[in-house]
């Protein structure tokens, strides 16, 4: 296979960047990777890659610079690694531009569905879900874009204009993580209080409620508690 996807992998701990490595070029990518923000400069700009997975904790800078240098010019995807529970980070760096992160440790069937979901949602590749004339599916999951209407295993379901947006919203962003106050800034054009977002958290319930998942299922919407929302890119 000569035309595999490069991955550029920054990140300093020996132990993730061999695993990584080894269970991406198991899985037909070809990895590249840089131990500091210095090294990352460097192979970007020689290896042009067509999606980074960036830790955020680099001995010479803060990964968020890489990431800030990247958005200048490109919009490649750029997965975050990310330690536990820090989702002040995890936010802004999705602000930021980042399009997903991974929390340490992950797994591996984890960690290569989100590099494909990623690389899908950037390069249409696979039709597992996307977008071709103004409809989008997601297994039972339809939308029509023309005529603003959403069907579910055929049968129409009857959202509210704010609901509609909303899916419609993190259905063309597929893959990627959306953070609570992108989508809100995207839908209600404000930003951000307590009110928003749970103006936000209702809707979500009340959409979640006409696609008939139940609580605490991931079916089509992931919410990543503290963080945001992703429509679920891979096709299960
Ligand atoms: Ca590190």
Redesign the pocket.
């Known amino acids: 296979m000569n035309n595999k996807y490069k991955i550029l992998l920054v990140?300093?701990?020996s132990h993730i960047v061999n695993l990584v490595k080894a269970l991406l070029e198991l899985n037909g990518y070809k990895v590249i990777s840089a131990r500091s923000y210095v090294e990352a400069i460097t192979l970007y700009a020689s290896y042009i890659p067509d999606l980074v997975l960036l830790?955020?904790?680099?001995?010479d800078r803060d990964g968020t610079e890489l990431l800030a240098e990247i958005r200048k010019q490109d919009s490649i995807p750029v997965i975050i690694l990310s330690a536990r529970g820090d989702e002040a980070e995890k936010v802004r760096s999705l602000d930021m531009g980042a399009n997903d992160y991974i929390t340490k440790p992950f797994g591996s069937a984890e960690l290569v569905a989100r590099v494909r979901s990623a690389l899908r949602h950037s390069y249409q590749i696979g039709r597992a879900s996307s977008v071709s004339d103004g409809v989008f599916r997601l297994d039972g999951l339809m939308i029509k874009y023309d005529s603003r209407q959403v069907f579910l295993d055929e049968k129409e379901i009857k959202l509210t204009q704010t609901e509609y947006n909303i899916l419609a919203l993190l259905s063309e962003h597929s893959g990627k993580m959306l953070t609570y106050s992108a989508i809100i800034k995207a839908i209600w054009r404000e930003c951000c209080s307590d009110n928003s977002k749970k103006k936000l958290q209702v809707n979500m319930a009340n959409i979640r409620k006409k696609l008939g998942i139940n609580p605490g299922e991931s079916k089509y919407i992931i919410n990543e508690l503290g963080v945001g929302y992703r429509m679920n890119g891979e096709n299960r």
């Open positions: 990140e300093d701990e830790d955020l904790g680099l001995p």
